[in-house]
């Protein structure tokens, strides 16, 4: 039972944890979790405010005689990316999520956890609510739609928040201090053609579907060299079409645009003469990928069965240029950071695949530490896409956040961590989108840390949160608010 997580330490956090995983609450459904923002902030007689945009920011007064401190700002966001296995029912906009006890962490069943960002605004509620703690005057910023175009920090607006240091909780590594992270930038692609070539005669209908992938964050895992499982697919179709006389009606995969695609599924047909060798080269693609994706990918099922005959297919002009254009695609790491060795520079994730109904569609997410290097692969993926004759339109644009070396909230919360632990902690950046990056265009004299618990595969149901991390990490958020 989800509930068994609030016997957990420190029980506060967990407790206001297992609300988060009571309440639906997936980008652009934070509607209940504001209300219940709301709710706590009139039941603790603390100030709240509420944006136009659906940010909400609670202020809690300084312990007596630390009025005279520098103001600080917790900040998390409120909306989760909503992931599930598909062999399940769940709606993610009226279920619960089901949270357990897996050893040392918790997870949930066959969905997201939720602990990005729900473990940080845990930590801020429980702050908000113990007045056993020591700090200076305090602002709790809870921001809504992360995941999906970071649309409450670009709606912050000067004077919101009067903060003079930030201390971001979205962070997913105990023990590493996060000076800086990547900027982002959604390139989305559109073709629309005429869907009228009649199916071949004698073709018989095949569907095929790739599963059992780890997916994942594309950003935070894209250092794994996780399969894609759109790119993996188009690298079957491609084969298929050219050895095999497949022709493509369907073809869709992911689901969200800052997820490492775990399935896709397509629908082909092909000459029921041809139909033993493409099952033989699947199962022999399957070594392929089983062999390629060694200790990387343990699950990878690739199936094919024969289905009803479809009356038309997609022309073979548009499905030549399709499948050629999502081969020629980059993807994945594409550039390393050399004042930080290890850390991802620049790369890119195919996310979101759609074609058929006279429709192409696909959607890729960008994340660069540097500027230019993410125009450069954005550029890349725009020369492949416009060869095919597709339409592509750059959205989304963040920027990254430049690391500051004098930064005294980093030294103060170093200090924290080594007075706690007696280990020093690692100062590095991320390579994924946080608010810190916007939020600091918005208040640029503002003084930013951001810091979390071990956090593993988020944005799948893989998802989990070490629970000793969690009350370490907790321990080191009070300590640097009593230094501060």
Request: with cysteine.
């Amino acid at each position: 039972m989800a509930a068994e997580i609030k016997t957990l330490s420190p029980a506060h956090v967990w407790s206001y944890f297992y609300d988060l995983t009571q309440i639906p609450r997936p980008t652009f459904h934070t509607e209940a979790v504001q209300e219940y923002l709301l709710a706590l902030a009139k039941r603790l007689n603390l100030e709240a405010q509420h944006d136009a945009t659906g940010n909400i920011l609670i202020r809690k007064p300084a312990t007596p005689g630390l009025e005279g401190r520098p103001v600080v700002t917790l900040q998390a966001h409120i909306d989760m990316v909503p992931q599930k296995n598909s062999h399940i029912e769940h709606d993610f906009t009226k279920d619960p999520i089901d949270a357990y006890i897996d050893g040392e962490w918790v997870t949930a069943r066959d969905t997201t956890l939720g602990a990005d960002n729900g473990i940080g605004a845990a930590y801020m509620m429980a702050v908000l609510s113990d007045d056993t703690l020591k700090h200076g005057p305090l602002e709790a910023l809870f921001t809504v739609d992360e995941e999906v175009g970071m649309v409450g920090a670009n709606g912050l607006q000067p004077g919101f928040s009067k903060g003079d240091i930030l201390i971001n909780l979205d962070s997913e590594d105990e023990g590493l201090l996060f000076a800086g992270c990547a900027g982002g930038l959604d390139v989305n692609v559109k073709l629309e053609y005429k869907d009228q070539e009649p199916t071949p005669e004698g073709d018989i209908a095949v569907r095929i579907s790739l599963t059992g992938l780890r997916g994942g964050h594309s950003g935070m895992d894209i250092i794994l060299g996780r399969a894609n499982a759109n790119k993996q697919l188009v690298r079957f179709l491609k084969e298929a079409i050219a050895s095999y006389g497949a022709r493509l009606v369907h073809l869709e995969g992911g689901s969200a645009r800052n997820a490492i695609p775990r399935e896709a599924f397509a629908l082909v047909t092909i000459p029921e003469a041809e139909a033993d060798g493409l099952w033989e080269f699947a199962s022999d693609f399957l070594d392929t990928l089983q062999t390629e994706y060694k200790n990387i990918e343990d699950g990878i099922s690739l199936s094919l069965e024969r289905t009803d005959l479809p009356k038309t297919v997609i022309p073979e002009e548009i499905q030549d240029g399709v499948i050629g254009a999502l081969d020629a695609c980059i993807n994945g790491v594409q550039s390393m950071l050399t004042d930080f060795p290890g850390i991802v520079e620049s790369s890119t994730n195919m996310a979101k695949i759609f074609v058929g109904d006279g429709t192409f569609t696909a959607t890729f997410m960008l994340r660069s530490s540097s500027e230019s290097r993410k125009e450069y692969v954005a550029s890349q993926i725009e020369s492949a896409m416009n060869l095919a004759g597709a339409e592509v339109e750059f959205a989304g644009a963040y920027n990254g956040w430049a690391p500051n070396a004098d930064s005294a909230v980093l030294k103060t919360m170093r200090r924290a961590y080594e007075e706690v632990t007696g280990k020093s902690p690692e100062i590095t950046v991320v390579h994924a989108g946080l608010e810190c990056g916007i939020i600091q265009g918005v208040m640029p004299d503002m003084d930013m840390i951001s810091i979390g618990p071990d956090l593993r595969s988020p944005h799948s149901p893989d998802e989990k949160v070490h629970i000793a991390s969690v009350e370490r990490t907790w321990k080191v958020l009070v300590k640097a608010l009593e230094l501060i």
